[in-house]
């Protein structure tokens, strides 16, 4: 891979702050080694503090990453939660341990050489793809392992990975993908991204690497660097907001903000 292709600086996937009634749950995200950077956005860490009275809806919106998750109540059971279109939520346990890998885009399948297209739209048991990260997590984590501690064995981890493993993208998918992140996704598919491939073959490196086609990660990236300037219920409701980030007016903007968030604008802000 180039070494100028720094997808850090580019992008800042965004997920929602625990709120509210949810004061018995904390979220954390913890940076990797410095050298794992470029391809691992960042570690996060759910958790309750306490057992609650009923089974938690956790919301995530759509960031365009992959994600490697587990619960250090039974690390057997490891999941990779694809590229997704849309929010999800999850019905998990009244009392849970959450740990994840958040990767940078493309960078989960730079590691892995696997297909990202598999994990479009879902979450699926690691094992089935990549039985030796899964063997490793179900064989190197406890319950009573604290956030330093899990860390340190994920670093190790990859840095075991990346140590042997060839990292190679095509140049002219780099140069898309650079290009899609630096304007936000505000592109024109047929113009912007005339880099020397078809648009079958450019679609086909962003299944590969992304999991969903050039137009699919374009409009996430997009939401996500709205959610990221820190949108307020004044300027939603204001042309500003949504012509700033390439929305053709009102509604297209809402109803993108509801398929990747899960609420309208307005709801999700107050």
């Known amino acids: 891979m180039k070494q100028n292709l720094n997808l850090r600086s580019l992008y800042t996937p965004v997920q929602p702050a625990i709120k509210g009634i949810e004061q018995h749950v904390s979220y954390i995200e913890t940076l990797p080694d410095e050298r794992l950077?470029?391809?691992?956005?960042?570690?996060?860490?759910?958790?309750?503090?306490?057992?609650?009275?009923?089974?938690?809806?956790?919301?995530?919106?759509?960031?365009?990453?992959?994600?490697?998750?587990?619960?250090?109540?039974?690390?057997s059971s490891n999941f990779v939660m694809g590229f997704c279109n849309?929010?999800?939520?999850?019905?998990?346990?009244?009392s849970f341990n959450a740990v994840g890998i958040r990767f940078l885009p493309a960078m989960f399948t730079a590691l892995f050489h696997?297909?990202?297209?598999?994990?479009?739209?879902?979450?699926?048991?690691?094992?089935?793809?990549?039985?030796?990260?899964?063997?490793?997590?179900?064989?190197?984590?406890?319950?009573?392992d604290s956030n330093l501690a899990i860390k340190g064995k994920l670093d190790n981890f990859f840095l075991k990975i990346i140590s042997k493993n060839a990292i190679e993208i095509d140049f002219r998918f780099q140069v898309a993908l650079t290009m899609i992140l630096r304007n936000c996704g505000a592109v024109k598919l047929n113009s912007d991204l005339a880099i020397g491939?078809?648009?079958?073959?450019?679609?086909?490196?962003?299944?590969?690497?992304?999991?969903?086609?050039?137009?699919?990660?374009?409009?996430?990236?997009?939401?996500?660097?709205?959610?990221?300037?820190?949108?307020?219920?004044k300027n939603t409701k204001t042309n500003k907001l949504f012509y700033d980030f390439g929305y053709y007016d009102q509604s297209h903007f809402i109803n993108e903000y509801k398929r990747f968030y899960?609420?309208?604008?307005?709801?999700?802000?107050?």
């Not at 849309?86 to 009244?94: A, L, S």
């Not at 899960?262 to 107050?270: D, E, I, N, V």
Request: charged share 20%; aromatic share 14%.
């Open 197 to 233: 491939l078809s648009q079958r073959q450019l679609r086909r490196y962003f299944e590969l690497h992304i999991g969903a086609s050039p137009k699919a990660f374009s409009q996430v990236v997009r939401f996500q660097n709205m959610l990221k300037a820190g949108p307020s219920l």
């Open 86 to 94: 849309r929010n999800n939520e999850f019905v998990i346990d009244k």
């Open 37 to 75: 950077q470029q391809y691992i956005y960042c570690y996060w860490f759910l958790k309750t503090d306490e057992q609650m009275q009923s089974p938690y809806i956790y919301n995530v919106v759509a960031d365009g990453c992959i994600d490697i998750v587990f619960d250090l109540n039974d690390p």
């Open 262 to 270: 899960g609420c309208s604008p307005t709801k999700s802000l107050r």
């Open 114 to 144: 696997t297909d990202a297209l598999e994990f479009y739209n879902t979450l699926v048991p690691l094992n089935l793809f990549l039985k030796i990260p899964s063997q490793f997590i179900e064989n190197s984590f406890a319950i009573q």
